[in-house]
């Protein structure tokens, strides 16, 4: 088993947001308070189970992955970690924009791009190189669990390269819903998924700074201890 506490660099609305409050009631937990929260009554009243729908991406919080969950290498620090994420924010970019739209991804739903971003893609690539030197190897239990034997030849090599397989043109930004569900399940969870995403009336979404989110034990779900605002350039 990897050691904790683990680390991970996501996007993370910005807290209050009319998004940041949407995903937290969906998945019944707000990432920035490390509370759990009720469920919109009607979602319940549509899928009575919607906190074992929601459990998965409940654990991580409501957020889009730019650098994977990992355990700090021997003689880095927390305090250390923070600092180079306000590095790298720092540094003068092109901020992506995004039309999020809710899709079905691998079996599971979520916000996602309705159309890819170079601009995006090649945030998400930069944050895997500059803050890979903070990661621990991975373990044999921790690469076993990725299923390598599923996954491609260039996934299994970018798990070794960088600790998660869905790296570079294999990464896919998305802020998960639910966990995988069947194809019975799945149209009427993101019908009533649209519907209520809808009444955001976000056309455009900003891309625009990052989290540093903490797991302190392999029970605990993870809770953010950082933001920072991408500087544009």
């Not at 790298?88 to 039309?99: H, K």
């Not at 995403?197 to 779900?221: G, S, Y």
Request: proline content about 7%; overall charge neutral; aromatic content about 10%.
């Amino acid at each position: 088993m990897a050691p904790f506490p683990r680390y991970a660099i996501y996007y993370a609305p910005p807290r209050g947001s009319a998004l940041d409050q949407f995903g937290a009631e969906m998945l019944g937990y707000d990432a920035w308070r490390g509370a759990t929260l009720p469920f919109p009554e009607d979602v319940v009243e549509q899928e009575p189970d919607w906190r074992d729908v929601s459990e998965d991406p409940r654990r991580y919080g409501f957020h889009a992955t730019l650098k994977a969950p990992m355990a700090l290498a021997e003689g880095r620090t927390e305090r250390a970690l923070l600092a180079a994420c306000a590095d790298f924010a720092s540094i003068a970019r092109r901020i992506p924009l995004i039309t999020p739209v809710v899709h079905s991804i691998s079996g599971f739903i979520a916000v996602v791009p309705g159309e890819r971003s170079k601009v995006l893609e090649q945030l998400v690539a930069d944050a895997v190189h500059a803050l890979d030197s903070f990661r621990a190897p991975l373990t044999p239990e921790d690469r076993a669990r990725r299923n390598p034997s599923k996954l491609t030849a260039r996934q299994v090599e970018y798990l070794d390269r960088w600790g998660y397989p869905y790296v570079m043109e294999e990464f896919r930004f998305h802020m998960t819903l639910t966990g995988r569900l069947d194809d019975t399940k799945r149209e009427a969870v993101i019908a009533m998924l649209r519907k209520r995403f809808a009444r955001l009336k976000l056309t455009e979404l900003a891309v625009d700074r990052i989290a540093l989110f903490k797991q302190a034990e392999a029970n605990a779900r993870f809770t953010i201890i950082g933001e920072w605002p991408l500087r544009a350039g």
